[in-house]
Every structure is written in C-alpha cells, then in structure tokens.
C-alpha cells in the first residue's frame, strides 16, 4: 500500500523568510510519480510539480524548489523568500505507475502554510 | 477556455435527498476521478474512470454514484445513503501517460452541505 505523510499540520511564517515543506512517502513500487500541489482560499488544486522515480535531480522553479531522495524517500518543497500569496494548503501526493493502480493518486494530509505580512 | 468545469460551486441539500454533482472537461483525456475532502484528512478516491462506459469505486464509492456516457462529462450523485455528505468535492482528470505522466488536473470543486 502507498502512503504519503506531511507531518506539519501548519506552518506561519514572516513575508521573506524560506520555508521547507516535508513530505515523506512509502510505496512498494519501483516506478512512481510525485507530486505538489498547491490549494489556495478558493479551493482548487493547482498543479506544481511531478517527479518520477528515475529522476532524482532537484527542481528549481523561480521561488520554488524540491529536493527528491529516494534514500529516505522524502520528496521536500521549499519556497524561497515567501510572500503573501505563497499562503495556502499544499498537498504531496504519490502515485504508482504499474499495472492496474496507476489511476490512483495518494494525497498526505496537507500543510497549511500562512505567510505574514 | 479550456478545461475542467464543476458545477455548482455551492449546493444545499436537504437531508433525505439525492443530489448530483456536474463535472465536464474538454482537455479530451480518458480518465476522470471524484476525490472528496474534508478538513483535516487530505483528499480520498470516490470513484474514477478511465474510459467511457466504465468506472470503478475508489476508497469511500459507498452512498455514491456515477455515470460515463460520454468522455467529457462525470457526473457524480450523492444519495441519501451517504450518511455524512457535507464535504468539498473536487473532480479530475488524468492525461495520456507518456505525455503526462500520472499528472492528474483538478476542477474548482463544489462545496456541498446538507441542511
């Protein structure tokens, strides 16, 4: 079975700081995808970011960043200098991309994170 | 303007009574999912579909029921079996794989509680 956690229910920052969002995961597969996504005031999922488990380089993306280590199976989202409208639920999810379960998307729990003037 | 469209964005239902959700996309892809979420517990599978005429129940299908007639719309009902429907319901699709991989695009959910 897969299983992703995000163990930070909430996180509050000062505007400019960085923030590290942890997201851990476990599947038994070898071939899977990971995913951020990003849920602000207004309910939808904005898509952030896929990985897939051959590609463990970081990402960087602007203010955005994501660290992939499949040795702890962490795949951790980091944003630079936040602003206000970084705040918001961020979900990682995981999905397994072999044989018939590759239609399902496993979300952790979501960090709410709020940005402070 | 291109696509996942989820209406309505607020619904009301009495209890005792059956209501259905709207979910039309014109991204052309295959398969569509209704993920339900309520605080504090992330997103969980209802039901998907990966072709036209053909679904499968996800993690909690119980209280719940879709149709695939056609590839651009899922509609999702929410019967009065659902014991505790008041949620926000989030629909998706998914893209080819080789070309998305896995990557699966949200609607802008509808929120639905029973009063």
């Known amino acids: 079975a897969q299983k992703v956690t995000q163990a930070q229910t909430e996180i509050s920052v000062v505007e400019k700081e960085d923030v590290t969002l942890d997201c851990v995961y476990e599947?038994?597969?070898?071939?899977?995808?990971l995913f951020w996504y990003k849920q602000p005031p207004s309910g939808e999922l904005v898509f952030l970011i896929r990985?897939?488990?051959?590609?463990?380089q970081n990402e960087i993306s602007g203010r955005y960043s994501w660290n992939f280590q499949k040795s702890t199976s962490s795949f951790n989202f980091t944003i630079t200098a936040s602003q206000v409208v970084d705040s918001a639920v961020y979900f990682c999810?995981?999905?397994?991309?072999?044989?018939?379960?590759?239609?399902?998307?496993?979300f952790g729990k979501g960090t709410l994170l709020t940005v402070n003037p | 303007d291109g696509g996942i469209t989820q209406s309505p964005k607020y619904l009301f239902r009495k209890e005792g009574q059956n209501v259905t959700l709207s979910c039309e996309q014109n991204?052309?892809?295959?398969?569509m999912y209704w993920y339900r979420q309520d605080p504090g517990q992330g997103l969980r599978l209802i039901y998907y579909?990966?072709?036209?005429?053909?679904?499968q129940k996800g993690d909690i299908a119980e209280g719940y029921s879709v149709s695939r007639e056609k590839k651009e719309s899922f509609p999702l009902t929410v019967t009065s079996a659902q014991k505790n429907p008041t949620a926000f319901y989030l629909c998706?699709?998914?893209?080819?794989?080789?070309?998305?991989?896995?990557?699966?695009?949200f609607g802008e959910g509808s929120w639905l509680t029973v009063v």
């Open positions: 998706a699709t998914k893209g080819p794989r080789v070309s998305s991989g896995n990557t699966i695009y």
């Open positions: 599947t038994r597969d070898t071939t899977y995808y």
């Open positions: 990985r897939n488990s051959f590609d463990e």
């Open positions: 579909s990966q072709i036209v005429n053909d679904f």
């Open positions: 999810a995981l999905s397994e991309a072999s044989g018939g379960s590759n239609y399902k998307l496993t």
């Open positions: 991204l052309n892809h295959d398969a």
